[in-house]
């Protein structure tokens, strides 16, 4: 546990980080995982949240909605007048960053939606369509998982992990997102390695929690201010 934090507050930080590493290591479908458990907690403030909408905006499901809320929060943040010289530097680059994959995204979900209307011209339904959808995730699956016996439970495989099979039925009949979104990430890298690197604060007693207030590079921090 970070030195000051309360217990949930450092629970928050060590959730936050972890999910990060794991994306790192190409544990995408369990960092992903806890992305998703994380937001849904009440008393996140919106940087985190917005790390946690940055890190979706690279995975195969509504990763355009999470691209457009990391940027929306990070946005947010940027606007506050009491923001140090430093800390707005910071999240430029973060804001950047979750800019540059939200335009990724878009561009993942034009060709998907391009693919989808030559389909249809070419006669197959919505129900082939998700037929098809269906088949392609467990064909990645299964071969996750042959990775995942072969080199063992800690090794990285080259097959991206799918997520949601039973949420899938929910979503449109739409072809799955490319699999190079989840390998092709390397201009985050700068930000990750901030994220890992930074010691996170929170104010737990504030309903809303606003941004970390971290000074880069002096180890010390300032408490929240409340929404």
Same mark, same amino acid.
């Given at each position: ?8 507050? +450092? ?6 980080? =972890? ?5 790192? +290591? ?5 960092? /992903?995982?806890?992305?998703? /458990? ?11 949240? @917005? ?5 979706? %905006?690279? $995975? ?11 940027? !929306?929060?990070?946005? *947010?943040? $940027? ?7 430093? /800390?707005? =530097? #910071? ?36 129900? *082939?369509?998700?037929? @098809?959808?269906? *088949?392609?995730?467990?064909? !990645?699956?299964? @071969? ?10 800690? $090794?990285? %495989? $080259? ?10 039925? %929910? ?10 979104? !989840? ?5 985050? /890298? ?12 929170? #104010? ?8 970390? !207030?971290?000074?880069?590079? %002096?180890?010390? =921090? =300032?408490? *929240?201010?409340?929404?």
């Amino acid at each position: 546990m970070s030195e000051g934090l309360d217990p949930l507050s +450092a629970t928050f930080e060590l959730r936050f980080k =972890k999910a990060w590493r794991l994306w790192r +290591a190409g544990a995408n479908d369990t960092a /992903e995982t806890m992305a998703k /458990e994380l937001l849904l907690e009440p008393r996140l403030g919106r940087f985190h949240k @917005a790390g946690m909408h940055t890190l979706l %905006s690279t $995975s195969s499901n509504n990763y355009v909605e999470h691209g457009l809320e990391a940027v !929306r929060l990070y946005t *947010e943040i $940027s606007d506050r007048n009491d923001l140090t010289e430093d /800390e707005r =530097k #910071d999240i430029t680059v973060y804001l950047d960053d979750a800019n540059k994959l939200l335009d990724k995204a878009r561009q993942d979900q034009a060709k998907i939606d391009h693919q989808i209307q030559e389909k249809l011209a070419g006669g197959m339904t919505m129900e *082939e369509l998700h037929d @098809a959808q269906i *088949e392609e995730m467990n064909r !990645r699956l299964d @071969a996750e998982e042959a990775g995942i016996s072969e080199h063992g439970p800690d $090794s990285q %495989s $080259s097959v991206p992990e799918m997520t949601e099979e039973s949420h899938l039925s %929910s979503q449109p009949a739409v072809p799955l997102r490319p699999e190079s979104h !989840r390998t092709d990430n390397d201009n985050i /890298e700068h930000t990750v390695d901030t994220f890992l690197g930074m010691d996170l604060d929170f #104010d737990d007693n504030s309903p809303l929690p606003d941004i970390v !207030r971290h000074k880069p590079g %002096s180890g010390t =921090k =300032k408490d *929240e201010d409340k929404v």
